[in-house]
């Protein structure tokens, strides 16, 4: 298997048992080994009561493409621990994209640097996720011999 058949695969087995990005109508996007992108369109039930985009639905979205980039090699990865950094306010109707790279991965530990953009391109928030690789995988794969 190839590491974009793997990674294909993985996003795939992740998505369908993802009930919590479905419910905050995230749309999944590109992902690659150690890399991945979600969207979401900022409907009025995102916005706070400043009227403007939620940030800890801001830091969702951040996490959830942290989470399909750490998961691409089909191994169980979680949060060890994040931060986020909100650069500019989500605007009704504004198109967000989470854009999770990796930067470094060594053993079980991996770190992960995340751009959440506009529909313009503008940077709204900056997220570093730290992972760890747990026992299991997303789906059924004989490690190589």
């Known amino acids: 298997m190839t590491p974009q058949e793997r990674a294909d695969k993985s996003a795939k087995a992740l998505w369908e048992n993802d009930k919590a990005s479905h419910w905050a109508g995230f749309e999944r996007g590109t992902v690659r080994e150690g890399y991945a992108e979600i969207h979401l369109l900022i409907t009025e039930h995102h916005c706070n009561g400043h009227g403007i985009g939620h940030g800890g639905l801001t830091f969702m979205l951040a996490d959830t493409a942290f989470a399909f980039a750490c998961n691409s090699r089909n191994q169980n990865t979680v949060a060890m621990h994040n931060t986020i950094s909100y650069i500019a306010a989500v605007r009704l109707g504004d198109r967000l994209t989470a854009k999770a790279q990796e930067v470094t991965l060594s053993g079980r530990n991996g770190i992960y640097d995340v751009l959440v953009v ?21 789906f059924n794969e004989e490690a190589p011999s």
């Open 118 to 138: 506009n529909q313009n391109g503008d940077t709204v928030a900056t997220f570093r996720g730290a992972s760890r690789a747990i026992k299991g995988q997303l």
